[in-house]
């Protein structure tokens, strides 16, 4: 079995199929590099990932070998409303791998999962975080994700109002 | 040094489809490794944010995004422009421009907003210091329009009941209000209303961001005669740079307002849908003719839509009675619905047509009816123009599926052929087995000389067919849409 070494950004090494990598866009690039650039066909690639911390591509690489005979889909599909597939794909192993998880570590794997090009674990991990959005009041969204206000004067009543007249009560 | 790095490179032996859970019982949690991190919202690149608005699927939830602060305001209004002509790019050529327009007509659960209520803009309510500007006249609303979102950058514009012209108090009104809020629009639908080509003119000015425009039931009225627009020359400029989607409803007035719109944008449109449904206000020309030079010879050099790519026309049989239609050049998808059946010589004059669009067209939709059945007189052996793009084709099946031999010696990239019409097959469900149907229905089309592979499903919308009469390329995919109706016993 072809193997392939990947190694997060903190030294964690993990060893994983290359059938299993190839699931991720980024790891199947450089998986076809390293193979075009070396010499010997039966030597094991080795890829440095920087930027994502060990616990996190262990995440990863769990979700991806739970999913390792779905359709890949298309990167681009549904992209034209901004939004992706999320609906399409997500199981009760999804929610329940998902459900304990604070909102940072899912920011982490948004982050991981657009970075290794794993368009299924991007869709639901977005769609969890609006979830977190949809029906809450501009406060509760403040507080639910630590953001500021930076209206000035009387600028958030005035959205308020532009928008009233296309919101039902 | 050395040691301390060994010790931190935690090696993993994975067998195939093993990662680290050694138990294999589930997902391994955040919570079960311990994993915490301080990452915010506020760390993620702006177009993973825009992609997690894009879920969100209800106006208030927007809005209430838009009241957060002033970049989370920037993100909720590209999410609302990108869902609204999200709607635009939506590609489903069997919808006629009028029935479209209709769709989009507001949900339930939008509320309809008017100007006889206090709920419009605030600037417009300043504008004019009342709490109910037209409250005695009730001739204008407005009302949100869309499927997923009612963003300010989506209006929907409609005269009431009254049948008078909109008054001048009213297209003060209209006015004031793009004035104030015109900026705002993307995408903006009229509809039922009667403007003075200059009025429109004067508004879209009004609007730099407008991307999409439909035009539905849109008159001139009586006030074309007024004195006050009958010495007005025309600026064929474009009145807003930024639009690309034309849609043109049927009973729209043709000479004093479509084939000024289509003056001002035919340089920019890339999608154009055309509803000439209505010919009785079209019989007499056609909007898409080639213009004349002086000695009353075609001009060859005219080419008006030459950014169009998408391309629907839903129209009677003058749409090629003249010879002098304007090519599109660029155009990709091109869908053809017309009212009334073909003849052989109107069915010559399309398959001439068509041929002018060989070298761009990628998919192809035909919803046309032939008087008879034209197997053996379609003109097959005309000059073979190869389409060399065009990987989808559908055609309706009733009669003009003979003149499918015709088009697949043209199509030689052809991926997929759809069969339009719908069958009724009428059999007593109760006592038939499943198979028995579906042996039926392979039977039915046998008898045609077709080869289907059914699902086995009896309940079927479609039936994957292998092979025919006709020799297909391998990569070929043929579908035909079924409608059959079960009689219960």
């Known amino acids: 079995m072809a193997l392939v070494r990947v190694i997060s950004s903190d030294g964690a090494a993990f060893l994983v199929s290359q059938r299993l990598a190839k699931r991720s866009g980024k790891l199947k690039t450089e998986i076809e590099t390293f193979r075009k650039s070396s010499d010997n066909s039966e030597a094991q690639p080795e890829i440095r990932i920087v930027t994502i911390r060990a616990e996190i591509l262990r995440l990863v690489l769990q979700w991806l070998q739970q999913h390792q005979n779905d359709p890949v889909l298309p990167a681009n599909q549904n992209e034209q409303d901004g939004r992706g597939d999320a609906e399409m794909g997500q199981s009760q192993w999804d929610r329940d791998f998902l459900a304990p998880m604070d909102l940072g570590i899912v920011m982490e794997l948004i982050l991981a999962a657009n970075h290794l090009e794993v368009k299924g674990l991007l869709d639901i991990t977005c769609k969890l975080v609006e979830s977190k959005i949809t029906g809450r009041t501009v406060d509760e969204i403040r507080t639910a994700f630590k953001l500021k206000s930076d209206f000035k004067g009387n600028e958030e009543e005035q959205t308020r109002l532009e928008n009233r007249w296309c919101v039902e009560n | 040094m050395a040691r301390r790095r060994r010790r931190n490179r935690r090696v993993i032996e994975v067998p195939e489809g093993e990662v680290n859970n050694g138990n294999g019982a589930g997902p391994t949690s955040a919570n079960d490794t311990q994993v915490e991190s301080a990452l915010t919202l506020s760390g993620l690149p702006e177009e993973l944010l825009l992609m997690i608005l894009g879920y969100l699927e209800h106006p208030r939830d927007l809005n209430a995004c838009q009241g957060v602060n002033h970049y989370w305001k920037s993100l909720a209004i590209q999410v609302g422009i990108k869902k609204t002509i999200a709607l635009w790019k939506r590609w489903d050529p069997s919808e006629t421009a009028f029935h479209r327009s209709l769709a989009r007509l507001p949900s339930p659960t939008l509320k309809l907003e008017s100007f006889d209520k206090t709920d419009y803009p605030a600037g417009l309510k300043t504008s004019w210091g009342k709490t109910s500007p037209t409250l005695s006249t009730h001739s204008l609303s407005l009302k949100p329009l869309g499927r997923t979102c009612c963003q300010p950058e989506i209006l929907f514009l409609s005269r009431r009941t009254e049948p008078e012209r909109l008054s001048m108090r009213n297209s003060l009104v209209l006015s004031s209000f793009f004035e104030t809020y015109g900026h705002h629009l993307t995408y903006l639908h009229l509809f039922d209303l009667k403007l003075h080509p200059q009025q429109l003119y004067s508004a879209l000015q009004k609007m730099p961001n407008l991307e999409a425009l439909t035009l539905t ?84 050099n005219y080419v008006p839509f030459k950014k169009v790519e998408r391309l629907k026309i839903y129209s009677d049989w003058e749409y090629f009675s003249h010879d002098n239609i304007v090519p599109f050049v660029a155009v990709k998808h091109f869908s053809l619905l017309l009212m009334q059946p073909l003849d052989y010589q109107k069915l010559t004059r399309l398959l001439k047509y068509l041929d002018k669009m060989a070298g761009t067209l990628v998919h192809l939709h035909l919803h046309v009816e032939v008087q008879y059945q034209l197997n053996t007189r379609v003109p097959l052996d005309r000059k073979i123009v190869v389409f060399s793009n065009l990987t989808k084709f559908a055609i309706t099946d009733d009669g003009v599926s003979g003149l499918v031999p015709y088009f697949l010696k043209r199509f030689k990239k052809l991926e997929k052929l759809q069969l339009l019409n719908n069958f009724e097959l009428r059999y007593n469900h109760d006592n038939l087995e499943e198979g028995e149907l579906i042996q039926k229905i392979v039977s039915r089309f046998e008898d045609e000389n077709y080869w289907a592979l059914c699902g086995t499903r009896a309940r079927l919308n479609s039936i994957q067919f292998k092979k025919n009469q006709f020799t297909f390329n391998s990569r070929v995919e043929l579908v035909i849409f079924l409608s059959i109706q079960f009689l219960s016993s």
């Open chain 2, 217 to 300: 039931t849109v008159g001139v009225g009586t006030h074309i005669l007024d004195r006050r627009y009958t010495n007005v020359t025309y600026n064929y400029s474009s009145p807003c740079s930024k639009l690309t989607h034309l849609r043109m409803g049927n009973r729209t007035d043709h000479w004093t307002l479509q084939d000024k719109v289509f003056k001002w944008f035919e340089s920019q449109l890339t999608s154009l849908e055309y509803d000439g449904s209505d010919y009785t206000l079209n019989s007499n020309s056609w909007v898409f003719q080639g213009r004349s030079n002086n000695e009353g010879e075609p001009n060859i």
